[in-house]
């Protein structure tokens, strides 16, 4: 479905994921990430104050046309949970059916993770709106191209290891956005509230989706 959310992932081609952060860490990361033009933000649900940090950051970004959602969703009660705390979009590390019927349900995209051809196309068929190829740096940029060939009519968002590096080749290989963890806000920027390190890592990845991606 291409909700808000949805356009805003395929337009910018970078969720930012936030794993382990508190709450204070997380608006302030996520306001550094909106000055560099990432317009997607993922709190991941085994964080710790999952609930209370994915309600402020929602909360904090509701005027600034970015769309917060919630990562590492693995059953339809978390799902639930997350939509009702302001996620607007779901990501999940594996294909659930209970998630992706769940997103469906609330007008809530969903990126199902899948490491397979079947996986891909059964999560489609199910409802997903683009498929996490997940762990991408274990699969690979080849692999994602080689998804693509039979596969076209499924977005493919790469997850998992991806870097500055590496992003560019996963770009050309097909993908339609990445999901970026810690080379877009690393730990020890954070913990240290370099932010401006953050931001600049932001634009960055912004301009190699710019430059790189072929979709």
């Known amino acids: ?3 808000e959310a949805a356009r805003r992932i395929r337009e910018t081609g970078v969720v930012a994921i936030l794993r382990g952060f508190d709450e204070s860490a997380s608006l302030r ?3 550094a990430l909106t000055r560099g033009g990432v317009r997607a933000v993922e709190i991941t649900a085994n964080t710790e104050g999952f609930q209370h940090t994915l309600e402020a950051v929602s909360d904090s970004c509701e005027d600034q046309a970015v769309s917060v959602g919630a990562g590492t969703v ?3 009660e978390t799902a639930q949970t997350a939509i009702a705390s302001g996620a607007e979009f779901l990501v ?3 294909f659930d059916e209970g998630v992706v019927r769940t ?3 609330y007008g809530v995209p969903v990126l199902t993770g ?3 051809p079947t996986e891909a196309l059964s999560a489609y068929e199910a409802g997903a709106t683009m498929c996490k190829v997940f762990p991408a740096s274990s699969l690979g940029p080849g692999f994602v191209a080689s998804l693509g060939g039979p596969l076209s009519q499924i977005p493919l968002v790469p997850t998992g290891g991806v870097s500055r590096e590496n992003a560019p080749a996963f770009f050309e290989a097909g993908a ?3 999901g970026i963890g810690s080379a877009i806000a690393p730990t020890a920027a954070v913990e240290t509230e370099d932010f401006a390190e953050v931001e600049r890592r932001a634009s960055e990845l912004l301009s190699v989706a710019r430059d790189h991606r072929s979709v």
């Open 1 to 3: 479905m291409m909700t």
């Open 29 to 31: 990361t996520t306001a």
């Open 74 to 76: 693995l059953d339809s």
């Open 92 to 94: 999940t590390p594996t």
């Open 103 to 105: 997103g469906n349900r």
């Open 114 to 116: 899948v490491a397979t």
């Open 176 to 178: 339609v956005a990445l």
